[in-house]
Each structure stands twice: as C-alpha cells, then as structure tokens.
C-alpha cells in the first residue's frame, strides 16, 4: 500500500498527577509533574515509526517556549520538522492525571493545531493512501482549509478521530466531513455523542449508514467493536492491562497502530487485535509515547510485512 499522510498535532504535554481533580478553590499539591513530547498526530505517527509503516507527517512547529521544546526533542528522536512556522508559538497540554490513571486535558493551542493547504504542495497526494486528521484541527479556525484540501484529493482514504470535542465541532463541518466517507475511529461516549443513539452497535450501524465506510468503536476494557465497510461486525475482544499509570494517548497509539499495520498490509481484524495489545502497554507507561522496547511482540504475519 502507498505511504500514510498523518495531518496534525506535536504539541508538549504537561503531565501534572494529582489524586483527584481539584474542586473550585480548593488547594491540591500534585505528585508529581513532567514533560514530554504529545499530541494526537504525534501519538500516531510514534506507531508508523516503531512499526517501521511508510508515512509523512505533517505538523507545524512554531516558536516560543513550547515551540522550541518541540523542535529539539524532534530532532533529538530523528523525526523530521515538516512545517516551520516561527513568526507563530506552539501550546502545550496540561494532562491532569488522577490517582486511577483517568486523564483530563487542559489544552492551549498554538500553531500546532493550524493547517494551511500550501504546506502540502511539497507533498503530491497521489502518492499516498490513508490520511489521519483528527478533530481537533477540525474544529480550529482553518479547519475549513483541511476540509477543502480532503475534498479536493478525493483519492485519499481519510482516517478520522473526532476526539471528545467532536460534539463541538459545527454540524456543517461534520455534515462535510462525513461527506468524505471517512473510516471513524471513536470511543463509546464518541460514538453516542455523534449518533444519539444509547446502544454501542447501534450508534455504530447509524454511522456506517452516514459514512458508508468501516467505523472502530473502542470499549477500554471491552475491547473494540468494528462494523467494516461492507457491512460486517465484530467484537475484537481486549488485552487486560497488567498495570495502569495513565490513559494519555491510548486511544492515539490505538488508531496509529490500525493505520500503520493496514498500510503494510495486515487484515484489519487482525490490525485491530494488535492494537488491542499496544493500548493495554501504553497505559502501563507514563504519557502517549511507547518505548521500543515496550512494543507487544508483533504477530507472525505483521513481522514478515515488516521484514
């Protein structure tokens, strides 16, 4: 299959753990804080890079505090800065991780979550297959160019991750987005959020119906529900986690890891267990980036993909 296009985010995550969210003017004194690199494109493009998938990441870099924490940890890990912006600064996200490991995100955004269609002229979009975008460049003010650039390249299979603020995003860039027939990556709440419906298979069949194309509902520790583009479905059933630290990019790694095994050409069932496994080991680790040496041994017929 031809090399993925992952259209996004890179922005620093500020990992704060405390034992439970603070009230209103109550006074919490955290556990323990830390930065790393985050982001939902960046979390995703990290499972292309370890599982060794051909793809381009696109992600602006601006300037400021936070803009140049990005670039020198991209360029410390060899990842490649595909747009500069420095007359703009990046954000960052605070991570609010509680004692149960459950995260909630604070997030202030800079370029990073921008996108102009000329960043892609060094790009042809004949040359690729899958493109990822997620929600949240959707819903920004130049999420109307990232929709004109998917409408105008018809040939590109969108991979679309709405995220929680999905709701937020206006009816008529939903109704567009949709248009484009995209694959849906959701969560349970997700998948109830955009349908209306109360029942996971049921949200999930209205979708498909809307989409005409495979939609992944994931389940935590359920494991994932999928209904594949000509109609089938099926539970793939999960990979309990031996330890939980936090939830910061489970849901990232989980699409990543679908995209990047179907781009070398593994059988989406098959590309959905395997992700099944990495979300159960990224939640063991802290943050939304899996170590190498951490990635679940990889199946017989993924590994001679690879090879």
Not at 292 to 300: G, Q, V
Request: proline content about 7%.
């Amino acid at each position: 299959m031809k090399p993925a296009l992952i259209i996004g985010s890179t922005c620093v995550d500020v990992i704060i753990n405390v034992d439970h969210l603070p009230k209103t003017q109550e006074n919490l004194r955290p556990t323990s804080q830390s930065m790393a690199l985050g982001g939902c494109a960046f979390n995703t493009a990290q499972m292309f890079r370890l599982l060794h998938a051909p793809h381009t990441f696109i992600t602006p870099v601006g300037s400021g505090m936070f803009g140049d924490y990005v670039a020198s940890n991209m360029k410390r890990a060899g990842i490649p800065i595909s747009v500069s912006v420095p007359d703009q600064e990046n954000g960052c996200c605070y991570c609010l991780v509680e004692a149960s490991g459950e995260r909630t995100f604070l997030s202030y955004h800079g370029v990073e979550y921008t996108f102009q269609k000329e960043w892609m002229e060094p790009y042809p979009a004949d040359e690729y297959g899958l493109v990822y975008v997620c929600g949240l460049e959707i819903e920004e003010k130049t999420g109307d160019n990232l929709i004109e650039y998917l409408e105008d390249h018809p040939s590109l299979t969108v991979c679309y991750a709405p995220g929680p603020r999905g709701k937020r995003i206006s009816a008529e860039r939903t109704d567009r987005m949709m248009a484009l027939h995209p694959m849906l990556h959701i969560n349970e709440q997700e998948a109830m959020d955009l349908s209306g419906c109360t029942d996971v298979k049921e949200a999930g069949r209205l979708l498909h119906e809307k989409t005409q194309n495979t939609v992944i509902i994931t389940l935590g520790a359920d494991g994932a529900f999928c209904i594949e583009k000509d109609g089938t479905s099926y539970l793939v059933p999960p990979v309990p986690a031996k330890k939980i630290v936090d939830t910061i990019g489970a849901g990232d790694s989980h699409i990543g890891t679908i995209l990047a095994c179907l781009t070398l050409g593994l059988p989406l069932h098959d590309s959905i267990a395997y992700a099944n496994q990495v979300s159960s080991a990224i939640v063991g680790v802290k943050g939304g980036t899996l170590p190498a040496e951490l990635l679940p041994p990889l199946p017989e017929a993924l590994a001679k993909l690879i090879k």
